[in-house]
C-alpha cells in the first residue's frame, strides 16, 4: 500500500501542477480538488479560467452535489428536512444526467439485531430512493443495498458515532 | 463511478489461519460446583509420547467451565496416581472430593493412541464408570472432550456439550476503512480455531446445518448479499440466494431439508421458506414491515421471528405453513434475534432495558422473562446443543467478545480472543462430521 500511496501523491502532485496551482502540493479553497477513489484509480478536477467549476460535479466542493451522506433519527427513515436540499441537488443531477446510476446505501448504528438493523438500513435506503424517485429519477438510475451496522462511519460507541452511522450514502 | 471490491476467499478447513487462540474466564460463580480430582493421565509407551497431561487438563477445564464441576488444582492434591491400585480415597475424602478421574494414554498401531479412563465415587470407594477409547494425536483434544461429556453425563445424568463447536465471525481493522472479515470454527473451548471464509466485505449470520457437516452464511463479496451454504469437510460452497435487495438470516430446518431466510426481492423483507435440495421459495410472512431472524421449533412445526408490525420489533410465532403469526414477546419495547432452547420450552432472544441491549430467556410455559447478561451491547445469543449454556457477544472495552451464560443464570464465562472482535457466535449441533484434519 506503500508504494501505492507515493503513487497518488505523484498524481495527485501533478494534477496541481497542471492547475497552475502552489507546488508545493498543499491544497487551498480554490485549489484543485484530488479525490482518491481507492483501487479504481485517482480522479482530478480542474478549475478553469474566471473559478468556473470545469471538473466532475460531484467533486465540487461548493456543490450541494459534494454531500453525499444523509443521517437519520434513532430507529427512523424518515428524511430530515436539513438533507431535503442536498437530494433535490443530486434528483437534478440524475435527472439532467440519464446515464448516470447511483448506488444508495442504507446503515443503522450497532445497536440491537444484526439483520433487523439490515431491514432498518433497506428501509433508509429505500427512503432515500422514493424521495429521487418522486423528484423524477428514473428507477433505472437508482440501486440499493443495507450494510445495516456491518458497516460503520465512526468507530466508537456511543451517541455520537451511533449518529454518524444511522445513514444513507450516495455512491456513484 | 464503479467500485472495486477486492476479495479473498480462503475456502477449506485445510488451511490454517495464525488465528489467535480464544481464552476463557469464567467471571461469575462456581458456588455449589461439585468438588472432582482430575488427576493428569500418565503416558504408558516408551521414550517421548503424546502431551498425555494434557488429557486430564482438557477434562478438568471443560467440567470446571460448565460450572457444575470444581476440579482441584493438580498443585493441592496428595498424590497422583494413574492406576486403580494406587488409589487412597481418604486421602481425596479428606480433600472433600467426590469424584476421582484417573486415566492412561498407551500406544496402539501406527500413529494412533489408546486413552482409558476412570471415574470414581469417593465416598463408595468404587469405580463408576470407565473407557477405552482410541484416539490419534491429531483428535487428542477431542477424545478429551468426549470423556468430559462421558463423565458430564454420567454424574448430572445430562448429556454435555464439550465435544461440540462453535461458529463465529471476527473482524480486524487496520487503517481506516480497511476490515478484514473471517467466519471462523472453534472447538466449543476456544482451541483450534480454523478461519473457513475471509473477506474485506461483511459476513454475517452463520447458521449450522442439523448434521453440523455444513454452514450457511451470509456474504457481501462484490457488493451485494448472498446466502452461501459451505461444506466443512471440503470448503465446497453453493450460493443459495442472491436476489435484489436483502438476503439474509439463514435458518435451517430441524431436518435439514428447509432454509427460512430473509429476503426483499418483493419490496420489503419478508420470511420465505426454500427447499433446499429444489431451491423453489415459498412466503412464510406477508407484511409491509420488517420480518426477519426466523428461527425453527425444535419439532419443524412453527418458526418464531422479528417483526415491528406493531411499531417496534417483537417476536412473533407462525405456523410452519403460514397463516396469521401470533406474537410472543411482550416484556419492553425491543425484542429481536430469538431462538428455541434444545427442548422447545424456551426462547433467547435480544432485549433492551433502559437503554441497554441484553440477552433474556422467555419460558413458553410459564411466560417467565429473565435478563440473562448486563452488557451494554450484548447480542446473538445461541444456546449450547445440550441446553446447559447459552453463548452471545458482549463488548469488553472496545472489543467485540463472546461470553457464555449457564442457563440458570449461575454461571457467566467470558471468551476472548486476542485481536480483533469476535461476534455472532453459533453453538454447533451434536451431530458432528468426522474430524479430518
Known amino acids: 500500500m506503500k508504494s501505492n500511496s507515493s503513487a497518488w501523491l505523484a498524481i495527485a502532485m501533478s494534477a496541481l501542477l497542471f492547475a497552475g496551482c502552489s507546488s508545493t502540493g498543499t491544497k487551498d479553497d480554490t485549489g484543485a480538488s484530488v479525490e482518491d477513489r481507492g483501487s479504481s484509480g485517482a480522479t482530478t478536477s480542474g478549475i478553469g479560467a474566471g473559478g468556473v467549476w470545469t471538473g466532475n460535479p460531484l467533486d465540487n466542493p461548493n456543490s450541494l452535489l459534494y454531500s453525499k451522506t444523509i443521517y437519520f433519527d434513532f430507529d427512523q427513515s424518515t428524511i430530515r428536512s436539513e438533507f431535503v436540499d442536498v437530494l433535490r441537488a443530486h434528483a437534478a443531477y440524475l435527472n439532467s444526467n440519464r446515464s448516470a446510476n447511483v448506488l444508495i446505501e442504507g446503515h443503522a448504528d450497532e445497536r440491537g439485531s444484526r439483520e433487523y438493523n439490515i431491514g432498518l438500513g433497506e428501509r433508509r435506503a429505500n427512503a432515500v430512493k422514493s424521495f429521487l424517485a418522486a423528484e423524477g429519477v428514473d428507477d433505472a438510475q437508482m440501486n440499493t443495498i443495507s450494510y445495516g451496522e456491518e458497516r460503520p462511519a465512526a468507530l466508537g460507541h456511543d451517541e455520537v458515532s451511533w449518529a454518524e452511522n444511522r445513514r444513507g450514502v450516495l455512491v456513484y | ?437
Open chain 2, 1 to 437: 463511478m464503479k467500485r472495486f471490491y477486492f476479495l479473498v476467499l480462503l475456502l477449506g478447513l485445510a488451511l490454517h489461519a495464525k488465528a489467535s487462540t480464544l481464552t476463557i474466564e469464567i467471571t461469575q460463580g462456581l458456588e455449589g460446583a461439585l468438588p472432582i480430582a482430575v488427576v493428569p493421565f500418565a503416558w504408558r509407551g516408551d521414550a517421548a509420547g503424546p502431551p498425555a497431561h494434557e488429557v486430564g487438563e482438557v477434562v478438568a477445564a471443560d467440567l470446571r467451565r460448565s460450572g457444575r464441576f470444581k476440579p482441584l488444582a493438580t498443585g493441592e492434591m496428595l498424590a497422583r496416581p494413574t492406576r486403580g491400585e494406587e488409589v487412597d480415597f481418604r486421602d481425596l475424602r479428606a480433600l472433600n472430593v467426590e469424584n476421582l478421574v484417573i486415566g492412561d494414554v498407551s500406544p496402539n498401531g501406527p500413529g494412533g493412541y489408546l486413552v482409558k479412563f476412570y471415574l470414581y465415587d469417593v465416598f463408595r470407594g468404587e469405580q463408576i464408570t470407565g473407557f477405552s477409547m482410541p484416539t490419534t494425536a491429531r483428535d487428542l483434544r477431542a477424545t478429551a472432550h468426549s470423556i468430559a461429556d462421558i463423565i458430564y453425563e454420567t454424574l448430572t445424568g445430562q448429556p454435555g456439550a464439550f465435544a461440540t463447536r462453535i461458529a463465529y465471525v471476527t473482524s480486524e481493522r487496520s487503517g481506516k476503512d480497511k476490515e478484514r472479515v473471517e467466519l471462523r470454527i472453534a472447538d466449543a473451548d476456544g482451541y483450534n480455531p480454523q478461519t473457513i471464509v475471509s473477506s474485506e466485505e461483511p459476513i454475517m449470520s452463520p447458521a449450522w446445518s442439523p448434521d453440523g457437516r455444513k454452514i450457511a452464511y451470509v456474504s457481501f463479496e462484490n457488493a451485494q448479499p448472498a446466502i452461501w451454504v459451505q461444506e466443512l469437510l471440503t470448503g465446497k460452497r453453493e450460493k443459495m440466494t442472491s436476489f435484489k435487495g436483502i438476503n439474509g438470516a439463514p435458518a435451517w430446518s430441524p431436518d435439514g431439508r428447509f432454509m427460512a431466510l430473509t429476503l426483499s426481492k418483493d419490496g420489503n423483507p419478508d420470511i420465505f421458506i426454500m427447499d433446499v435440495a429444489r431451491r423453489s421459495l415459498r412466503p412464510l410472512t406477508r407484511h409491509g414491515s420488517i420480518d426477519t431472524e426466523p428461527a425453527w421449533a425444535p419439532d419443524g412445526k412453527s418458526l418464531v421471528f422479528t417483526s415491528d408490525r406493531g411499531g417496534a420489533p417483537q417476536i412473533y410465532q407462525v405456523s410452519v405453513n403460514g397463516g396469521e403469526p401470533t406474537r410472543v414477546s411482550f416484556e419492553g419495547k425491543y425484542n429481536a434475534r430469538a431462538s428455541f432452547s434444545p427442548n422447545g420450552r424456551m426462547l433467547t432472544m435480544v432485549t433492551r432495558v433502559d437503554g441497554q441491549y441484553r440477552i433474556a430467556t422467555l419460558d413458553l410455559e410459564t411466560r417467565d422473562f429473565r435478563v440473562m447478561s448486563t452488557g451494554r451491547l450484548d447480542e446473538s445469543p445461541s444456546f449450547a446443543p445440550n441446553g446447559s449454556m447459552l453463548i452471545y457477544a458482549t463488548r469488553a472495552g472496545d472489543k467485540g467478545v463472546l461470553a457464555a451464560v449457564s442457563t440458570d443464570g449461575r454461571v457467566q464465562q467470558r471468551l476472548r480472543l486476542q485481536e480483533g472482535d469476535v461476534r455472532e457466535p453459533v453453538w454447533s449441533p451434536y451431530h458432528q462430521q468426522e474430524r479430518n484434519r
